[in-house]
Nanobody, 127 residues
C-alpha cells in the first residue's frame, strides 16, 4: 500500500522560503507521476508542480504559471522523498499543500487531480 506523508509546512513572512517534504513508502510501481497540489480556503485544489519518475522522461518537471520560477520540485537519490522548495513566498501561496502519486506518468502532462494516492497535507501560511 502506497503511503504519502507530508511535512515541513509552517508560517513564514512574505518573501521568505520554505521547503516541504513528502515521504513515500510502499511503492509498487516502476513508472509513476509525482505531484504537488495546494488548496486555499474556499478554492479548488490546484496542481502546481509535477515530476515524472521511471519513464523515458524520468525527472521531467512541470510548473503552473503561479509558481514557475519560485518553486522547485525534486526528489532524493532513493526516490523515497519528494521535496518542494518554495522561494519568494507570497500571501496568495497560503494553503494546504498535498503530495500525490499516480501510476501513469502521462498524468504529469496534465493538471488533472485524478491521482490514485494522496498525502494528508501540510499547511503553509504566508503573511
Amino acid at each position: 500500500q502506497v503511503q504519502l506523508v507530508e511535512s515541513g509546512g509552517g508560517a513564514v513572512q512574505a518573501g521568505g522560503s520554505l521547503r516541504v517534504s513528502c515521504g513515500i513508502s510502499g511503492l509498487m510501481y516502476s513508472w509513476y507521476c509525482l505531484a504537488w497540489f495546494r488548496q486555499a480556503p474556499g478554492k479548488e485544489r490546484e496542481g502546481i508542480a509535477t515530476l515524472k519518475s521511471g519513464s523515458s522522461d524520468d525527472g521531467k518537471t512541470k510548473y503552473s504559471d503561479s509558481v514557475k520560477g519560485r518553486y522547485t520540485i525534486s526528489r532524493d537519490s532513493t526516490g523515497n522523498t519528494l521535496f518542494l522548495q518554495m522561494n519568494n513566498l507570497k500571501p496568495e501561496d497560503t494553503g494546504m499543500y498535498y503530495c500525490a502519486l499516480d501510476p501513469f506518468p502521462s498524468t504529469c502532462d496534465t493538471w488533472s487531480a485524478e491521482y490514485r494516492h494522496w498525502g494528508q497535507g501540510t499547511q503553509v501560511t504566508v503573511s
